[in-house]
Nanobody, 119 residues
Framework: QVQLQESGPGLVKPSQTLSLTCTVS??????????WTWIRQPPGKGLEWMGV???????LYSPSLKSRTSISRDTDKNLFSLNLTSVTPEDTAVYYC???????????WGQGTQVTVSS
């Protein structure tokens, strides 16, 4: 079973960069079986897909966040990371990482981490 754990600061100041890491166990992030995704949920709103990184390091981002988002990975440590630049209070949300099996569609989620953007 794939397990994911988000980590990073819970408080970020406006205009700074939000950086989160998702540590993966139970599967290699270089396997073709899974796609690795970041998703967030602002308070009182639905889930928002932010972007994905695939087994070969290719990335795809939400058009609405593309200019501020980057997803990278560390294959030695088996983790992938999210950077969101120029944050505002509207970026306050619970941030999740997720692994999705590309054929079976089965998804594994991290527990989520609350990030608040405030001065």
């Amino acid at each position: 079973q794939v397990q994911l754990q988000e980590s990073g600061p819970g408080l970020v100041k406006p205009s700074q960069t939000l950086s989160l890491t998702c540590t993966v166990s139970g599967a290699s992030i270089t396997t073709r079986d899974y796609a690795w995704t970041w998703i967030r949920q602002p308070p009182g709103k639905g889930l928002e897909w932010m972007g994905v990184i695939t087994y070969d390091g290719s990335t795809l981002y939400s058009p609405s966040l593309k200019s501020r988002t980057s997803i990278s990975r560390d294959t030695d440590k088996n983790l992938f990371s999210l950077n969101l630049t120029s944050v505002t209070p509207e970026d306050t949300a619970v941030y999740y990482c997720r692994a999705t099996h590309r054929i079976l569609g089965r998804a594994y989620w991290g527990q989520g981490t609350q990030v608040t953007v405030s001065s």
